[in-house]
Structure formats: C-alpha cells, structure tokens
C-alpha cells in the first residue's frame, strides 16, 4: 500500500479548493460584466451602440455568450447588434468558435433576415458606426451560416453607407459562391472587382479554380490559370493541385498525368508535394486502375519526393481490392523504411487492407509476421485482426 505524507494532501487539498475558487470566480466575473450589459441594453431602446462604451465591465468570449443567451429567444435582434458591436471593440476580438456560436444561438441559418434586419435599422441610427470592419464582421457570420445570397445581399448594402468593399469583403462572398456552386455569380464578382480597381489576389484565383474543377468545368479552369499568369499572380502548388484533381475526377487521367510532368518541370513554389501525387494517386484507384498509379509512384520517387501515409494506404488499398496482392507486396518492400514512411506503418496498412479486401489469412499471415520481426501494427490493424482472432479461437503464438 502506497501513503502520502499530510503535506502533500494539504498541498494537493489546496490547489483543487485555489482551483475551484479561480473558476468560480471568473465565471462570477463574466456573469457580473454580462448583467451589466444586458441592464443597460434593456434600459436604452434601440440606438445602444454608442453608449456602450459607457459599460466599465470586461468583454470576452463568456460575456458574449451570456449576452446572446439572455437575447436570443426575447430579442434576438438586440443579441446581433450587440455581438457586432463586441466584435469591433480593440480589446477583443471573436473566434470561429464564437461565430459559429453565435448563429446557433441567434438561429441566422433558419431565419437570415435577422441579419438584413439589422443593417437596414443601422440606416436610421447615426451612432452605430457603420464601418467596412463592421461588415467584415456580419460577412464572418454570412460565412459561418454558409449562406451565399445573405453575402451577396450584405455586398450590396455597402455602398449604400457609403462603405467601400475591399479584397477581403469580395473574397468572402466569391468562397461562399463557389461552394455554393454558383460560379457565374463568383467570376461575375471577380469581373466586377477590377472595374472599381480592385485586384483578385491568389485566394481569389485558387477558390474559382477549385469552384470550377468542383462542377466540371475544367476548359474555364485552365484558362482561369492562362488569365492569373497575365495578371501577374503566378500559379502555385495549390492551384495545380487543385486543377489535378478537378481533371482526375471529371477529365481524362492522361491530362492529368501530363498536367504533372509540367509541374514537375516548374520551379519555385509549382512543384508538387506528397498531396499532388496522393491526388492523382486517388483519382486512378478510384477509377479501378491501380496498376497504373504505381507509375506515380514511380515518378514521385524519380522527383525525390517523399511518400506520406495516406498515399500508401491509398495506393495499397486499390491494389489489393483490384486482386494485385503482389503488387502490394511490393510496394510496401519498396516504401517501408525508405525514409519518408516507416515499416510499421506501411506493413500495418497492408494488413487493413487486405482484411478490408477479404483476404483475411493473408492478413492473418502479415500480422503474425510483423510480430515475429518486431514490428509494432498501429492501433486499427491490431484491434482489427485480435477481434477477429478471438472471433476464430486462433491462438496468438508467434
């Protein structure tokens, strides 16, 4: 039996009881800043935003979250204004986790005009500070509710207050185009930006490229790279990869693999990486042509680029579903312990996939022997075969 000595009880007694004490605390801290807030919302009608600064109570993530509580069921409008307005003080500043709060809270994704509400009644308040951060903020809220003709709407109503939409303002709604799928809106805002002097940078040309590659409209894509490069934004490994695969999943493999000899011979920041290949990689397994994704294999080794995991489970999995056991075989021999992935990885995916591909002694016979050489299977290979081991009766003796 172990003891402890009565200092180190007491010790350890006092750090839970400060601790306990130090939470209580700042959460009564947080409550007390909230009521405040809250008292003085309720007590001054609707044109709040520029007494606020009045309220000597600390702002952060939990006094927001009071706040929208009290008001998201009686007054969710009030709760918006209030958040917009948090959100552009110097001393704090929202996370992604407390936008995508917020429109849980404030329900923007079932009822959006809350947020058209709102900036319609800012045009009667001259105290609430209309500002190009501000609509940066309702545009972080458009982007958390995924909701594209909300952006777009919020787009418009800038110039109305004489508020300027920048780079950023465009790109957040052309992100929630292209996802939305509508691509005849997002390259028409695109157009738009440069009459008004506005230039797409790299975000902007890699969302239309990979929103484009997204719908199968893969001529627009590549011409999409022909225009960036006339404007003087060179294509990085990001935009390539993105044209990869958008070719990979709806054009031809051979233009895809002729797409990578370019990259290949591009310099700087047009190389592909260990995703470039694994994308290709994908794209043949997927399409029932394994055998032939070993040849990407071939020529990312030749390019001196390091295979990752995901690749090799990849390419292992397609080869064994497509019956290439050998094949498998041999390219985790050839992958393991090369440097870039090790032996315990590579033989642990070929183990799963040859469970998954119903060759379970042969699984059986990978397993027993990465024991036997001291090889340590990863959680999933080894759950997997001592299930279905036991499910057997089979013995594990190595």
Same mark, same amino acid.
């Given at each position: 039996m172990k003891f402890i000595s009565i200092s180190t009880y007491f010790s350890v007694?006092? #750090?839970r009881i400060s601790n306990s004490i130090f939470f209580s605390t700042s959460s009564s801290l947080s409550?007390?800043?909230?009521?405040?807030?809250?008292?003085?919302?309720?007590?001054?009608?609707?044109? #709040?935003e520029k007494s606020l600064i009045s309220v000597k109570a600390k702002l952060d993530a939990t006094?927001?979250?009071?706040v929208l509580e009290r008001f998201s069921v009686e007054n969710p409008q009030v709760g918006l204004r209030f958040f917009i307005w948090a959100g552009l003080q110097p001393s704090y500043r929202h996370s992604t986790h407390m936008y995508m709060k917020a429109c849980n809270l404030l329900k923007i994704n079932e009822n959006p005009k809350i947020v058209s509400d709102a900036i319609e009644a800012y045009a009667s308040d001259e105290g609430c500070g209309v500002s190009v951060k501000m609509f940066r903020v309702v545009f972080n809220l458009c982007r958390e509710a995924k909701d594209a003709d909300l952006g777009l709407w919020v787009l418009r109503k800038m110039e109305e207050y004489n508020c300027r939409p920048d780079v950023i303002a465009y790109n957040g709604v052309i992100r929630l185009l292209c996802k939305k799928g509508d691509m005849d809106e997002a390259m028409g805002l695109m157009r738009e930006?440069?009459?008004?002097?506005?230039?797409?940078?790299m975000a902007t040309y890699v969302m239309i490229i990979k929103g484009l590659c997204d719908v199968g409209r893969l001529k627009e894509a590549c011409g999409m790279v022909k225009t960036m490069k006339g404007h003087g934004c060179f294509p990085g490994t990001v935009v390539y990869s993105a044209l990869l695969d958008g070719i990979s999943r709806f054009g031809d493999l051979e233009r895809a693999m002729e797409l990578l000899d370019e990259m290949e011979k591009e310099s700087g920041d047009c190389k592909p990486n260990a995703v470039t290949y694994t994308t290709l990689i994908q794209a043949f397994v997927e399409k029932g042509n394994s055998l032939e994704a070993v040849a990407v294999l071939d020529k990312m080794d030749a390019f001196g680029c390091k295979p990752n995991r995901v690749l090799v489970a990849t390419l292992v999995q397609g080869l064994c579903m497509d019956g290439h056991i050998e094949e498998a075989h041999k390219v985790v021999d050839r992958v393991g312990g090369s440097g870039g992935i090790s032996n315990d990885v590579c033989n642990s995916c070929l183990v799963l996939s040859l469970f998954r591909a119903g060759?379970?002694?042969?699984?059986?016979v990978v397993f027993r022997r990465m024991l036997a050489r001291g090889l340590k299977p990863d959680t999933i290979s080894c759950e997997t075969m001592m299930k279905w081991m036991c499910s057997e009766g089979r013995n594990l003796v190595v």
């Open positions: 007694f006092n #750090f409550s007390s800043a909230s009521n405040q807030f809250v008292t003085h919302l309720q007590s001054n009608g609707p044109k #709040f006094c927001v979250t009071q930006m440069r009459l008004i002097d506005l230039y797409p940078d060759k379970v002694k042969e699984a059986e």
